[in-house]
């Protein structure tokens, strides 16, 4: 078995990262601060929210079912809330953070007034963060934290359940469930008989999606691997819009370029950056 250290680890963040532009996959995944020799995260509202809402629920999973909701999560979130309050969130305003938090609060009410799976049992991994080999000819493993995996009793099988706290919905091509299921399916017994997303912002129960064609998506993901190995190899990411570079990496190449307000440190030893607002500007002709 190859030296799992030296291998290309594979997750849907760094994924998606890469298929946006291999230059924020590198600024994202692999450049690390030469003063600090840590990894960067430009911080942002919505990250803000859904890291704290996430982390909210996540959490319960740890809990026996009879626990779960005896405190309230609103009470959870205004304590976690603290973590990411002002600027440590991005926020440019007292108002836009507010706006935020309500959001955060009215979606974990939906999860209290609606439990549905986070009323039932639910299994946990046996692994800080689940992997396994995708291909140990090629050198790659895929990892990644899924958010919730409910026990269906009745069939010994397991629901995997992703919340969502964007606006927006999932792309029908996002590797993101399939990903998960590969994940689950190689790091437990149980077999996986459903898989769903929870936008929480609207729905009050999860939304059951397609099973994956896994054999597929495992020749995909390979092919995605071999290409970011390939380019850590040559240390060559580039941006396909070349220098002017791109949505995704351009606020990235800002904290390189010292633009960016350092806010904090994460528990994964992350510089935590924020970005200053685009002042606006209006002309008019007379």
């Known amino acids: 078995m190859p030296d799992k250290y030296s291998a290309t680890w594979l997750s849907h963040s760094t994924i998606k990262d890469f298929l946006r532009c291999p230059r924020a996959y590198y600024l994202n995944n692999v450049y690390k601060d030469p003063k600090t020799n840590h990894k960067i995260q430009l911080m942002n509202p919505p990250l803000a929210l859904g890291q704290i809402v996430h982390t909210v629920i996540e959490r319960l999973?740890?809990?026996?079912?009879?626990?779960?909701?005896?405190?309230?999560?609103?009470?959870?979130?205004?304590?976690?809330?603290?973590?990411?309050?002002?600027?440590?969130?991005?926020?440019?305003?007292?108002?836009e953070e507010e706006r935020y938090k309500a959001r955060g609060r009215e979606m974990l009410k939906r999860v209290m007034d609606h439990p549905g799976p986070i009323s039932q049992r639910a299994v946990k991994i046996d692994q800080e963060l689940p992997q396994f080999w995708l291909s140990e000819a090629d050198e790659l493993i895929l990892c990644g934290k899924i958010d919730w995996l409910e026990y269906l009793e009745d069939a010994d099988a397991v629901h995997i359940i992703d919340f969502k706290t964007s606006r927006g919905q999932e792309d029908a091509s996002s590797l993101q469930l399939p990903i998960y299921y590969l994940l689950v399916t190689h790091t437990q017994n149980r077999p996986v008989n459903k898989i769903s997303y929870w936008?929480?912002?609207?729905?009050n129960e999860p939304v059951g999606q397609p099973l994956p064609d896994?054999?597929?998506?495992?020749?995909?993901?390979?092919?995605?691997?071999?290409?970011?190995?390939?380019?850590?190899?040559?240390?060559?990411?580039?941006?396909?819009?070349?220098?002017?570079?791109?949505?995704?990496?351009?606020?990235?190449?800002?904290?390189?370029?010292?633009?960016?307000?350092?806010?904090?440190?994460?528990?994964?030893?992350?510089?935590?950056?924020?970005?200053?607002?685009?002042?606006?500007?209006?002309?008019?002709i007379l």
Request: overall charge positive.
């Open 199 to 203: 936008y929480l912002d609207r729905d």
């Open 61 to 95: 999973s740890q809990m026996p079912v009879a626990e779960r909701l005896k405190v309230s999560l609103v009470e959870k979130f205004e304590q976690e809330w603290k973590k990411v309050t002002g600027v440590k969130g991005g926020f440019s305003s007292p108002e």
């Open 214 to 284: 896994v054999a597929q998506a495992q020749t995909e993901l390979i092919a995605i691997g071999k290409r970011m190995r390939l380019m850590r190899k040559l240390n060559n990411f580039k941006c396909p819009n070349g220098e002017r570079g791109c949505p995704a990496c351009i606020p990235l190449e800002r904290i390189v370029k010292g633009e960016a307000q350092l806010v904090g440190e994460s528990e994964f030893k992350q510089d935590i950056y924020i970005l200053p607002k685009t002042e606006e500007r209006s002309s008019k």
